[in-house]
């Protein structure tokens, strides 16, 4: 059963890099195995609907009434941690962990947890222990390629988003990712042909946003200005989006355009936009 993501990322032309929000993969694609019964059998149902605080309420019962208890600790940690209570995220996974090592889901589930706290050296150990427990599940190799990407490891995410997409090619975040990686390090060619196949899997404004990047650096202003569009039909606010076209327009000599673009961006709380509009916007 998948779950949806609120990952989130800004680049720049000069500087690109990603931040993290509080909650950069909200669930896992990971299920339970086997069969669940009772209150823990409606608490994953509550978990993966993203009723977060019930979902902790019902695993809470099923660990009093010790029913499915490792699993129960599992889901109400994860929970935890996407709720912001790291302490005691932490605390239920660690239990988990010691009730049953051999549930290989929970090293992925303790890199989640140190991913969503920003301790992204942790998150990648916790990862790759996964990884070695089950080796053929492409979304720990993306998760671990998130936390690389985090940690400015970006050679290292090309390398493990390149294994998720052996493992499964038709994940358009894999690509949008490993597009993003090969973005920051100059591969710009590698970059526009991994977007590429990203939106024509899933058209997103991160993924037109990254690849009008690629195509500004190339010198391709056209098509850039083309992405740009593309990003901000599907997201008008972007002021980012708004601020890098306006440099573009700028570039090929449209500069009342470009101002335009300048000013929205810096209503929109884009700071850098108040330098471009001192230089350029007289």
Do not use: H, W
């Not at 695993?59 to 940690?77: H, S, W």
């Not at 990686?181 to 590429?196: H, M, N, T």
């Not at 992405?227 to 076209?245: G, H, V």
């Amino acid at each position: 059963m998948p779950e949806p993501q609120t990952l989130q990322s800004n680049s720049s032309i000069n500087n690109i890099y990603m931040k993290k929000i509080v909650c950069l993969l909200l669930f896992t694609t990971l299920c339970v195995e086997g069969k669940s019964q009772g209150d823990f059998d409606n608490a994953v149902k509550k978990y993966y609907g993203g009723e977060l605080n019930t979902a902790i309420d019902l695993l809470t019962k099923c660990i009093d009434n010790k029913e499915n208890v490792p699993q129960a600790y599992m889901f109400r940690g994860a929970a935890r941690a996407f709720l912001g209570n790291f302490d005691g995220a932490f605390k239920d996974l660690q239990t988990s962990l010691q009730l049953d090592s051999a549930n290989d889901k929970i090293y992925y589930y303790m890199g989640k947890a140190y991913l969503l706290n920003q301790q992204y050296d942790l998150a990648a150990d916790y990862f790759k222990k996964s990884i070695q427990e089950k080796s053929n599940d492409p979304d720990r190799y993306d998760a671990l390629a998130t936390a690389e990407i985090f940690s400015e490891n970006y050679k290292s995410a090309i390398e493990s988003e390149t294994r998720a997409i052996q493992l499964d090619s038709m994940q358009s975040i894999f690509l949008q990712n490993r597009g993003f990686a090969e973005l920051k390090l100059g591969y710009f060619e590698k970059a526009v042909r991994d977007l590429s196949r990203s939106l024509s899997l899933d058209k997103s404004y991160k993924g037109y946003f990254d690849r009008a990047l690629a195509y500004s650096q190339m010198k391709m202003y056209t098509v850039a200005i083309e992405d740009f569009n593309a990003s901000l039909s599907i997201k008008p606010d972007n002021a980012e989006a708004l601020y890098y076209r306006g440099l573009v327009l700028e570039y090929m000599g449209k500069t009342s355009e470009g101002c335009r673009d300048f000013s929205r961006s810096l209503e929109l709380g884009f700071t850098d936009a108040a330098k471009s509009i001192k230089v350029y916007c007289k």
